[in-house]
């Protein structure tokens, strides 16, 4: 059975966006296929999508690995996680 307390990492890396007003709901399990918004696919588990409100067009940087301590939005914490390959440049 799958573990209901723990999110899923969905990535190891911020999804960029640029986005416009409105209200959005990001995935916070790790389980959507439309990251790195909510599909549904939470259902079953504990968790919920959390809805955020944009006022203004503005650039984020939303969280994949849902353990940002400022999800939705990405705070670097995908770096610290096994797997993480930082970028080439
Ligand atoms: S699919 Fe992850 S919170 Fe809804």
């Given amino acids: 059975m799958e573990n209901t307390k723990k999110a899923h ?3 190891l890396r ?14 916070s399990c790790g389980l ?9 696919s ?5 968790f919920k999508p959390l809805k955020i409100h944009i006022e203004e ?8 690995c849902k353990q940002s301590e ?8 995908h770096k ?3 797997g993480y390959i930082p970028p080439q440049h």
């Fill in 9 to 11: 990492i969905a990535g």
């Fill in 80 to 82: 610290k996680l096994p």
């Fill in 70 to 77: 400022k999800a939705p939005i990405c705070d670097g914490m």
């Fill in 14 to 27: 911020a999804i960029k966006q640029e986005v416009e007003p409105g209200i959005y709901a990001w995935c």
């Fill in 42 to 46: 939470h259902r079953g588990t504990d």
């Fill in 32 to 40: 959507s296929s439309s990251q790195p918004f909510c599909d549904g």
């Fill in 57 to 64: 067009r503005k650039r984020i940087s939303w969280c994949t």
